[in-house]
């Protein structure tokens, strides 16, 4: 079955940097076609970090832009999200998700804290 496993968070000071990092396991990359981070602050809706559909353009939120920058490994099944210049508003759950064409999968989260 399919897994999706976060991993890298952690407590950092303002304008530090963390990367995190996505195993989905349990199927090819090449049936992936759609792989984004999301996060969700206390209290607050979960928002688009980043995403990028199969051969797609990546999309950044905006409030993330400049700052944060997506990767995958050679596999494909690994995805990196690099955070540089850290905000305390930057404070959340991020949570990576995966699509194939049937399904969508969501990992249990990694916790960051960016202390001011």
């Known amino acids: 079955q399919v897994q999706v496993v976060e991993s890298g968070g952690g407590l950092v000071q303002a304008g530090g940097s963390l990367r995190l990092s996505c195993t989905v396991s349990?199927?090819?990359?090449?049936?992936?076609?759609?792989m984004g981070w999301y996060r969700q602050a206390p209290g607050a809706q979960r928002e688009l970090v980043v995403m990028?559909?199969?051969?797609?353009?990546?999309q950044y939120g905006d409030s993330v832009k400049g700052r944060f920058t997506f990767s995958r490994d050679n596999s494909g099944n690994i995805m990196y999200l690099q955070m540089n210049s850290l905000k305390p508003e930057d404070t959340a759950v991020y949570l990576c998700n995966a699509h194939t064409r049937r399904n969508s999968y969501w990992g249990q989260g990694t916790q960051v804290t960016v202390a001011s």
């Open positions: 990028r559909a199969r051969a797609g353009a990546y």
């Open positions: 349990g199927v090819d990359s090449s049936s992936l076609t759609y």
